[in-house]
């Protein structure tokens, strides 16, 4: 896992080299998304990088039944990670993540619901690893990384030294 997350924190550092732009006129959260999925996309050769992917092959990705979960659909049942990345036709889901800018106050707890789900084994869709990166304009503020359906602490841990080592993490 952590030769995935390596390639987050590369595709970090290309973004906020390149993306400035974004905070500065303060654009909404699904325009940074998207530029830094171009970003990822670079660092996962042989595999799609998606925003907003709501598909597992021909099957529209939905939550288990009762789920707390919300979703962005009318019909409240399909929902869509932030940024994937997977094979399309197999399907193989390596990592999603779930991007949020700092300046959004809003609970992180509708995030860290959907990266559990998405990361559980019981479920037919799991990704392999989920991470959340609250972002603002020069560094990441929060870094989470999930697996197996639950927040990996040390994982966590690990990343975010890893992020503070490579200058990406806001210093308190």
Known sequence: M?????????????????????????????AITHRFAVHLERQFSGW???CNYDRLGERTLHLPHGTIIST???LGKSIYPDVVVHQREIPNNLLSVEIRKASNH??????????????DPDVWFAYWI????VLDRQHVTMSEVYASGSLDQPLS????????????????
Do not use: M, P
């Open 157 to 172: 841990l690990w990343f975010a030294a890893q992020l503070a080592e490579s200058g990406l993490a806001a210093t308190r």
């Open 106 to 119: 809003t609970s992180l707890e509708h995030d860290q619901h959907k990266l559990r789900a998405l990361t």
């Open 48 to 50: 799609a990088v998606d």
């Open 130 to 133: 989920g991470v959340l990166l």
């Open 72 to 74: 962005d659909d009318h």
């Open 2 to 30: 952590q030769t995935e997350l390596n390639k987050v924190i590369a595709a970090l550092r290309e973004f906020y080299a390149h993306e400035g732009f974004l905070f500065e006129k303060d654009i909404g959260e699904r």
